[in-house]
């Protein structure tokens, strides 16, 4: 089967009460881990790919590496670009393969993130490729994206009808209380979400793809891992995943996770060195990463997006 955009697996999640994991992708072991939990459960499956992941392991490896995926399954799978901040970004993924882009403009004023959707959806649709945006802004930190509290803010419902109809866009990021890495909640808080907001943009935009970023659980054992073999995480909280399931039973049929990826991979490579400390060999590491991401993704297809079997 050959690469997929996301409009009949978006459309098929919203019927059917579930969510599509989009998981961010950076060398070959972590394609490899969530490739083969999603072909063990029979998943549809989101690889994507942020500029920071584009500078690090360039655009020509990247798509290779998807296309190897796409020939070891039978899996609808799509291949999309996080976060794209210009047209040029979008226009560069969609000639080269992507069959999906996010062009954020939540950081421009309403009126300017409504011209550069615009934009980006009048030359991905005349190429058969669907576009995310984005309304509202998260906060967080990553390589890439950095938007401190004060500057991040919640999605006003009012405007999603308007900016939906106006760009054409073929999903909506929102900003419901999520945010980007690890820290998401303050310590001794108890994590909340904005269902409210959620709920009246699914009434204003009935039967529209909703997509969450920031929706990393922090898992807590892999933090508490990192811990025991030397890392020093301060108290690292993210999105409890009964949240998450909510949510993707409601109008969310794309759940972004990075972070996970990231604190599985490492909790795994410092245990393994804690307790092999003269091992060299790059795929004895390695090896047990891609398996923890594995064990990982098949939690999550399972257990928070449901969309194990829905392939
Ligand atoms: O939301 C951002 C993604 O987690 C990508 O992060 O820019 O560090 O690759 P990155
Ligand atoms: P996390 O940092 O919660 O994994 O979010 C990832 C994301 O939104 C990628 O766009
Ligand atoms: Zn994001």
Do not use: W
Not at 53 to 72: D, F, I, P, S
Not at 277 to 284: L, W
């Amino acid at each position: 089967m050959p690469l997929v955009n996301t409009k009949e697996m978006f459309q098929k999640a919203y019927e059917g009460g579930y969510a599509i994991g989009a998981f961010n992708v950076n060398n070959m072991e972590i394609v490899q881990g969530i490739t083969e939990a999603a072909k063990d459960l029979k998943a549809p499956l989101i690889l994507q790919v942020s500029s920071g992941a584009r500078k690090y392991a360039n655009h020509t490896y990247l798509v290779k590496l998807v296309e190897a995926a796409l020939a070891e399954t039978d899996l609808p799978i799509a291949l999309h670009l996080d976060h794209g901040d210009t047209f040029e970004l979008c226009k560069s993924c969609i000639d080269g393969g992507f069959t999906s882009v996010m062009i954020d403009g939540s950081h421009h004023s309403y009126e300017e993130n409504v011209k550069v959707t615009r934009q980006v959806v009048e030359y991905a649709h005349a190429r058969g490729v669907v576009v995310e945006a984005e309304l509202g802004r998260l906060a967080g930190v990553e390589d890439d994206v950095n938007v401190s509290e004060a500057d991040s803010s919640y999605t006003n419902p009012d405007q999603v009808y308007d900016f939906v109809t106006r760009t054409h866009c073929d999903s909506l990021a929102i900003a419901i209380g999520t945010s980007h890495g690890a820290y998401k909640f303050k310590p001794g808080t108890k994590p909340q979400l904005r269902f409210d907001i959620l709920e009246e943009v699914e009434k204003r935009l009935p039967g529209f793809p909703i997509v969450l970023h920031g929706a990393s659980s922090v898992i807590p054992e892999y933090v508490e891992m990192i811990n025991t073999y030397g890392g020093n995480m301060p108290d690292a909280i993210g999105v409890p995943e009964d949240m998450l399931r909510q949510a993707a039973r409601m109008a969310v049929c794309k759940i972004n996770i990075d972070s996970d990826l990231r604190l599985a991979m490492t909790a795994t490579i410092r245990k393994y060195f804690a307790e092999n400390p003269g091992h060299f060999d790059p795929r004895q590491y390695l090896g047990p990463a891609r398996t923890a991401i594995k064990g990982m993704v098949a939690h999550k297809i399972k257990n928070v997006l449901g969309c194990d079997g829905k392939a």
